[in-house]
């Protein structure tokens, strides 16, 4: 459907999307403001020049893509142009005011990122598996929605059409408002000691690993997505006050309840392919630390016919035993775990979900 591609924007995404495409020999041009950021973004991705794109993907900021994606149609208008910010807002409106070529032009806005910034974090599988939101042109024809379906298929992502108006809404819950909180709390540990800091267990580590994120960047995102963050800060602040309250007066069923509405909440993220997390089944396994265990249990796996949906494996070095956790379906769960007590395996208890 499309051969070449032109990348605006050496940056994170615009860069792992680059090297995506090209890991899957489309041609490849990548552009930026910034002499430093393109040169390593294009020996990054081995880039070439390129003429007349069939695809130009914009990754700038947010408060300049306005700009760029009307300069880019209007330089190119036998190119598809899609930009891909994380804010939406009036974007596809202005380019139907400003440009003759609307249906050239869809808004697409990959939902995956690093706390690292920059073309030096970029990643190739950056995207697999993540959801791809696009937003809706009822002008762009079936060349253009080919394309964007292409592209997303070849960075192993899944469309997921909806309004600008829906999109900003969603992301402000789902990501905006997940990175205000991680600074926050990150924010709070510049009152404590170095000397208590040390005690920090990883539960503080994954809560703020989003607060290194860039400051100027995130700085655009938020204000340029002000009115639907405000609904969502708004609600959580609620939330956080009623909590505060019950603290107080010790209403233990109220705080029970505020911890398992967030128990729900987290089991409701889909999981692999969509499916849903709280579907899955964790089976423990004690193995022994020497070759060939782990190739033995994925062996008994395949003759009984069970697929792992996932794993996990705790081992520290010196240590004889290590702890592998299958995930599974609960029906597979039950017959893997049956079979394998058989085989001698140490098998414990399923932990459903």
């Known amino acids: 459907m499309f051969s070449s591609v032109r990348v605006v924007g050496a940056g994170l995404i615009g860069t792992s999307i680059a090297l995506a495409l090209k890991s899957r020999g489309k041609q490849v041009e990548i552009i930026d403001i910034q002499p430093a950021a393109q040169l390593l973004a294009v020996d990054l991705v081995k880039g070439e020049q390129i003429s007349q794109p069939d695809l130009i993907l914009i990754a700038v900021p947010v408060d300049v893509t306005e700009e760029v994606v009307l300069q880019q149609i209007s330089s190119n208008p036998n190119s598809l142009v899609c930009d891909l910010s994380s804010v939406k807002s009036d974007l596809q409106l202005k380019v139907m005011q400003l440009s003759g070529n609307t249906k050239n032009f869809i808004s697409l806005h990959p939902m995956a990122g690093r706390e690292l910034s920059g073309a030096e974090g970029a990643r190739a599988d950056l995207f697999d598996g993540r959801a791809w939101i696009a937003i809706e042109n ?3 024809d079936e060349r253009a929605k080919g394309i964007v379906s292409e592209l997303i298929k070849i960075c192993s992502g899944t469309a997921y059409w ?3 108006t829906e999109h900003d809404q969603v992301v402000a819950n789902l990501s905006h408002l997940p990175q205000i909180l991680s600074s926050a709390l990150a924010a709070q540990l510049n009152s404590i000691s170095e000397e208590n800091l040390h005690t920090a267990g990883q539960g503080l580590r994954d809560v703020t ?7 100027h960047l995130w700085t655009k995102i938020l204000l340029n997505n ?12 609620a939330d956080l006050s009623k909590l505060e309250k019950d603290l107080s007066s010790k209403n233990e069923r109220n705080i029970k309840s505020f ?3 967030g128990i729900k909440g987290k089991n409701r993220i889909p999981g692999k392919h969509g499916a849903k997390d709280r579907d899955y089944s964790f089976l423990p396994i004690v193995i022994d630390d020497k070759p060939g265990q782990l190739a033995w249990i994925f062996n008994e796996c395949a003759q009984v016919n069970v697929n ?5 494996i705790e081992h520290s070095p010196g240590q004889e035993t290590g702890l592998i956790t299958l995930a599974l379906s609960q ?3 039950q017959k893997l775990s049956l079979h394998l007590i058989e085989q001698g395996f140490k098998v414990h208890p399923a932990k459903y979900r």
């Open 259 to 261: 911890l398992q509405s």
């Open 162 to 164: 909806m309004s600008a």
């Open 209 to 215: 690993r989003l607060a290194k994120s860039d400051a």
């Open 308 to 312: 792992v949906e996932d794993l996990s």
């Open 226 to 237: 002000n009115q639907s963050i405000s609904v969502a800060l708004l609600r959580f602040i």
């Open 138 to 140: 009822p002008e762009a």
């Open 331 to 333: 029906t597979d769960c």
